[in-house]
């Protein structure tokens, strides 16, 4: 995935030296509620966790979860990418911001930037997203991204359900 730019923000792959500011990402309590505990808990953890997850996905898919960060500072708020995940036909629009960075309209502005890569640049039919039952703040901002709710489902592995979203697959001709 390549480094893209908004009005406000920088969006860029993530490398081994972001590992604080993932530790604490994923340790955020509404990560752990509703993405769900990796077991990162050391700075070893959090480069192990980038390396084998974003880094891998990089190399092997050309996307992944990025770092997303204030342009003017430099300061990391959150992560926003396209991924791929073997159990879904369609790649997969992620994002998770620390609490500080909420409201600000920083998920919606980098998550608008990623579809549009993928859309446009990919050239993509089709994104999806999931999200858990109860997280309707996710839900309403993939609904203003122009995702729309498909069905309920459970992935492999999992004891929880979660909800599918996908933006509109176009018209067979």
């Known amino acids: 995935m390549r480094r893209l730019e908004t009005g406000r923000l920088v969006i860029r792959p993530l490398t081994p030296a972001d590992a604080p500011f993932i530790l604490e990402l994923v340790n955020d309590p509404d990560w752990l509620r509703f993405i769900g ?86 050239e993509l039919a089709r994104v999806v997203a999931v999200t858990s039952l109860d997280n309707e703040r996710s839900g309403q901002l993939l609904e203003k991204l122009g995702l729309r709710f498909v069905r309920v489902l459970r992935f492999p592995n999992e004891s929880k359900d979660v909800r599918l979203f996908a933006t509109a697959t176009p018209a067979a001709g």
């Open 37 to 122: 505990d990796r077991g990162i808990r050391t700075l070893g953890d959090a480069r192990a966790y980038i390396e084998k997850g974003p880094m891998e996905m990089y190399a092997r898919h050309g996307v992944g979860l990025c770092l997303v960060e204030l342009k003017e500072t430099g300061v990391p708020v959150g992560i926003c990418g396209l991924l791929h995940r073997d159990y879904l036909d369609d790649p997969d629009i992620g994002f998770a911001f620390l609490p500080a960075h909420r409201g600000k309209g920083y998920a919606y502005e980098s998550a608008s930037a990623v579809l549009e890569y993928g859309l446009r640049e990919l």
